[in-house]
């Protein structure tokens, strides 16, 4: 058999194992909120679309919890993406709202897929992808519960990789980073190991077992990790965590209990903070809460030990589906036993415990879920290493790009990568916040592999920047201004029959106007 007919096959042989097959102009993997919107720009534009979305929901964080937006500069936002906050003003009798309920905002993902008649597939994950000369021909995805659903087979001219994973991104063979890159390699200040003040523990807090003893070992979430120099590179990752939605109504509140396999030791840490430093409330303490609409919260990090569970997602980027799936759930437990560690565990001073025994999960919220978020915050994983590659200098407007396909506004924001000793006591590794920059443009060669690979992939959510710049640009209403500008690249590149690499630019910044 020669190699073209080996190719042939291999190509083929998806088609005749599954039997199950569309063809479609664009092809978008995970129904994020980017997902969302480049699916409905798209469809709107006249082209064919299929979303792809591995679990039961839409809109990923913005529906997940994330209702405290993070904004920067609401001017930088435009398109669709500002459309979808002016929908959810309309929900609340405003001309336009950036605080909002989960269900609200995934009414309004489900309204735009409707009005567009966008096809969704829930419940599908990407098993594989057949590419050839450079184009991916066509995706194989596989249940991702335990349905009865079959495997499918999803040919189309253009795949857009809207996931927070970059799995299609990944498994195209594409190059990507995970971690921090030495602040030498992009002449960067801010990247690269980071030992700063933000998010920090006070001053003595011991970290073994027993306190004074280094023999009896170290206490539960912190690391036998050395510290490196500032600057250094590594392959951590910055800490993941749930926004929690949270509501004081008694007639819409059901109480916080002791999840699975609870261990009290996990927040022995916070008793220890709490010695050396009393709060006299929650919020900017243990925690952050911004209230929401009707009595709920967006709960997020705040502190030495809060709800980030710092150091447990260095696996995650590149694992398996059955290992993520675990680290999933380690988060959630950890999670849920930190809140009713706090409202139950008589070493917590009274007045913490009965703030918190006033919150608990809404009833109308997450209701197949157990009223828990079913969307873990991916803050970063996999970065694309593309034709262009953003970087502090862009995040500060000390260079800038001609080929701006949307702008982004925030503050450089890193949570914590490490919890480790320092000098005999315990210290956070890895916080920065650091802005008071204006708004800047995102290149388009961002979102597009490095020319000689894949021509027929846009990448707007994993897209290519470094640790430090990822941090600024990675918020959910930038994620969707990229998500519709990748759509109108993938119609561009379809209509002028060229690879993403080689549309008009100049064209596609027209069409996004």
């Known amino acids: 058999m020669n190699r073209l007919s080996q190719v042939f096959l291999l190509v083929l042989v998806p088609f005749c194992l599954y039997g199950q097959s569309i063809t479609v102009d664009i092809c978008i993997y995970g129904g994020t909120s980017a997902g969302v919107i480049a699916a409905y720009s798209a469809k709107k534009s006249g082209k064919s679309v299929v979303l792809i979305e591995p679990g039961k929901h839409l809109g990923g964080m913005s529906s997940g ?62 098993a594989s992808v057949q590419a050839q000369n450079n184009r991916i021909q066509a995706i194989t995805l596989e249940p991702s519960s335990g349905t009865n659903l079959k495997n499918r087979v999803i040919r189309a001219k253009q795949f857009i990789d809207c996931s927070y994973e970059g799995d299609l991104m990944a498994k195209a063979g594409v190059t990507y980073t995970i971690g921090r890159e030495a602040s030498s390699q992009y002449n960067e200040p801010l990247n690269g190991v980071q030992f700063r003040d933000k998010h920090q523990f006070p001053d003595g807090v011991d970290p073994y077992v027993v306190p004074g003893k280094p023999e009896s070992g170290l206490v539960w979430g912190v690391s036998t990790a050395k510290l490196a120099p500032n600057g250094s590179a590594d392959k951590a990752v910055q800490a993941y965590n749930y926004r929690l939605c949270f509501t004081n109504d008694p007639a819409n509140r059901i109480p916080i209990t002791r999840p699975e396999g609870y261990d009290s030791t996990k927040y022995e840490l916070l008793l220890r903070q709490i010695a050396k430093k009393m709060p006299t409330e929650l919020t900017w303490n243990l925690m952050h809460f911004v209230m929401m609409p009707n009595r709920k919260t967006d709960i997020n990090n705040c502190g030495g030990l809060s709800t980030d569970m710092i150091g447990a997602n260095y696996e995650y980027p590149n694992a398996d589906y059955a290992r993520r799936a675990e680290i999933i759930r380690e988060h959630e437990l950890y999670t849920k036993g930190f809140f009713y560690f706090i409202g139950h565990d008589a070493r917590m001073p009274k007045h913490l415990r009965d703030e918190m025994l006033q919150w608990g999960y809404p009833k109308d919220e997450y209701v197949d879920n157990n009223h828990f978020s079913p969307q873990l915050y991916i803050r970063e994983g996999r970065r694309l290493v593309g034709e262009y590659v953003m970087t502090q200098a862009n995040c500060e407007g000390k260079v800038t790009v001609p080929d701006a396909v949307g702008m982004a506004a925030y503050t450089m924001d890193s949570h914590n990568c490490q919890r ?36 027929n992939l846009l990448i707007p959510v994993c897209l290519s920047a470094s640790h430090i710049a990822y941090g600024s640009i990675r918020m959910e209403p930038v994620f969707m201004v990229l998500g519709q500008s990748a759509a109108q690249a993938a119609c561009l590149a379809i209509d002028d029959k060229k690879a993403v690499q080689d549309i008009d630019v100049s064209k596609l910044q027209r069409l996004i106007r």
């Open 65 to 126: 919890g994330l209702g405290a937006t993070d904004i920067g500069n609401k001017q930088a936002i435009t398109g669709l993406s500002r459309d979808f906050y002016r929908r959810i003003g309309r929900h609340y009798g405003q001309p336009e709202q950036w605080t909002f309920e989960p269900h609200v905002a995934e009414a309004v993902f489900n309204q735009y897929v409707k009005e567009a008649n966008v096809t969704v597939w829930f419940n599908y994950r990407l």
């Open 420 to 455: 480790l000793v320092v000098d005999g006591v315990v210290r956070n590794e890895g916080d920065v916040q650091v802005g008071g920059f204006p708004p800047y443009p995102v290149s388009y060669r961002a979102l597009i592999p490095k020319r000689g690979s894949i021509q």
